[in-house]
Structures are given as structure tokens and as C-alpha cells.
């Protein structure tokens, strides 16, 4: 990728050589028994095993050079990052840039042929999976992310960063980053219940994305990415 177009940065004289590697990470599981697509409701917060998945994270990065950790202000992602921030002796800090994807379906049941679909009054919110029509736009959620991880960045220049965020905004703007098309199937995000998604920055530019899974033996194996839907547990895509 070139300097200042596909990565949304520049790369200047100052810091270029640089190695600064910031986390995204997604929350871990929610405590949600009636299957609703939380969005930015407040009051979710992690279940018992989303508490494992956090700590679970926040060990796996216990021997990483982390100087700064910050969070969605959504109770989910604060309770995810916690254990992080204080496991490298760090004042946690919220950026709203990192919230949810707004969503109409928003405190409602969600799924082809049941839940919010059902009712005709909803459909006209699913005509245009391309902007998308039922929610924040895809390009939205690129400019407010990207601000929050250059913001990221330029707070750890030379040391390493955790944000901890949702699932729908990692994967747009890492498919931004990536130079894939935003419109996509969520079945097949690849960004499960507390995984990572990390930038590695030299000076201001993103030279390359990895992915991985610390918490992966403690997924559910329908909420893993891909997986086939299972009747009566939802998957609360973008959550």
C-alpha cells in the first residue's frame, strides 16, 4: 500500500522508523438470554465465560510491550479491557470513536425469516446492503475507526496499544485497510468473541494486519466465524 491513500495515513520524516503495534480486539460474550441485537444499549455485560475470555486475553498479552489501553464506552468492551489495563499497571481510557455500529434492529430479535424480519414494515431497512439501509454506513465507521487507531498509534509510538471495540466496526475497517469491498456476508467476519486483530505501524503507516485467537477453546462453536446458525442461539451479528 502506498503512503497516505489505502491506510488512511501519512508517513512523515518524524518517528518513520517507528514500529508501533496496535490490538483491536473484540469483546468477549455477552450475558443476552433473549437473543436481542444489543447494539448500543446500555446494560449488557459480560457473562461468566466473556469474563474467562477476557482474562483469558489479558494473560495472553501480559508479556507485550502495552503502554496504552482504551475501550468503547459500552460495558461490554470496559469490563473486557479492564483486566488488561491492569495487568500492564495502566489508567484505562474510553474513546467513543470504538462504539457499536448503529443499528434499527437495535433491542429486537434478528434473523432471516424470524425475529424482526418477520414484520413487513421492517424490510424497507434491507433493501441496500451496500451503504448498509439498516444502519451507521460502512465509510462512517472506516473515518471514526481509523481516527481512533492512528489516535492509538500516535499514544504508543514505539511500544504496542489495545482497543477494545465491536465486532462490526473491526471488521469494516480492517477490510478497508486490506482493500476488500465493505458490503459483506457477516457470517463469514472473521473476527470471533475476543480475538485480535492487530496493525503493526512503521512511522504513520500500516505495513501489515494479522489476526489471531488467545481465547479460541472458549467460543461457542456456533459464534465461531462461519459456523452454521443454530436454532434458538443467535449469533447477535455485530455485536
Known sequence: MSDGTSDGTTNDATGADDVTV???????????????????????????????????????????????????????????????????????????RLI???????????GIGDGALRRPENWKHVVNPFRPS???????????????????????????????SHQLPIWIVRSYV???RLWHDPRKRQCTLASLTTFTYRGDRIVSVGYSEPARDLVPAHLLAGAKPVKGQSKAFGA
Do not use: C
Open 134 to 164: 439498516w444502519g451507521e454506513p460502512y465509510v462512517d465507521q472506516v473515518v471514526r475507526m481509523m481516527g481512533a487507531l492512528n489516535a492509538a498509534k500516535d499514544k504508543a509510538r514505539g511500544h504496542e496499544a489495545v482497543l477494545v
Open 100 to 110: 457499536e455500529a448503529e443499528n434499527v434492529f437495535q433491542g429486537k430479535t434478528f
Open 22 to 96: 496496535v490490538h483491536l480486539m473484540r469483546h468477549g460474550e455477552v450475558e443476552n438470554p433473549t437473543g436481542v441485537l444489543y447494539g448500543r444499549l446500555p446494560g449488557y455485560h459480560l457473562s461468566e465465560l466473556g469474563r474467562r475470555m477476557a482474562e483469558r486475553v489479558a494473560e495472553h498479552l501480559a508479556p507485550r510491550d502495552i503502554t496504552y489501553a482504551v475501550a468503547s464506552p459500552l460495558e461490554r468492551a470496559q469490563e473486557t479491557a479492564t483486566p488488561i489495563a491492569k495487568a500492564h499497571g495502566l489508567d484505562l481510557d474510553t474513546d467513543e
Open 178 to 180: 486490506e482493500r476488500r
